[in-house]
């Protein structure tokens, strides 16, 4: 799966991008609102994490462009405003789920995991594909009830290639995501 990270802060960006690759996760990341807008816009992604407070161009103000661009990509803010108003501003304005900093690496991986379920029309966590159950939610696949063992890579294909049974994925679209 792919994901675009909108974060300003270099040590937390880090943190992150490094915390969603070890899950398998291709990450793409940009510190200013005006070059996040531009990769949103540029590439196809499964869902951008968008901080509100970012040099260039503020965050709300590119999840605008975004939706009046049509881009449909899930968005989940992610910042330290925390005010009810600014909670629900950014969810009118378009956004799909808002995380409050400092937060739980494990509630980011669980938002982006419901917020790629939503993208894919998975409502559980574990779905059948063939003989392989995928649990999304521990990140683990199961063949007639035995574990099988995956490098975080190869659960990220699994379920990326589960996830679009069914359809004709290519060489790139694989690589992207």
Known sequence: MRVLLIEDSVRLAKYVAAGLRREGYAVDVSADGEE???????????????????????????LRELRAAGLKTH??????????????????????DYLIKPFAFEELLARLQALIRREYGVKKTIFRSGDVDIDMGSRAAFRCGEVLRLKPREYALL?????????????AEIEQH
Do not use: C, F, H, N
């Open 36 to 62: 996040g807008q531009y990769l949103a816009e540029s590439g196809e992604y499964d869902v951008i994490v968008l901080d509100l407070m970012l040099p260039k161009r503020d965050g709300l103000s590119v």
């Open 159 to 171: 379920e990326y290639l589960a996830l679009r049974a069914g359809e004709v994925v290519t060489r």
């Open 75 to 96: 968005v989940l803010i992610m910042t330290a405003k925390d005010a009810v108003e600014d909670r629900v501003k950014g969810l009118r304005e378009g956004a799909d």
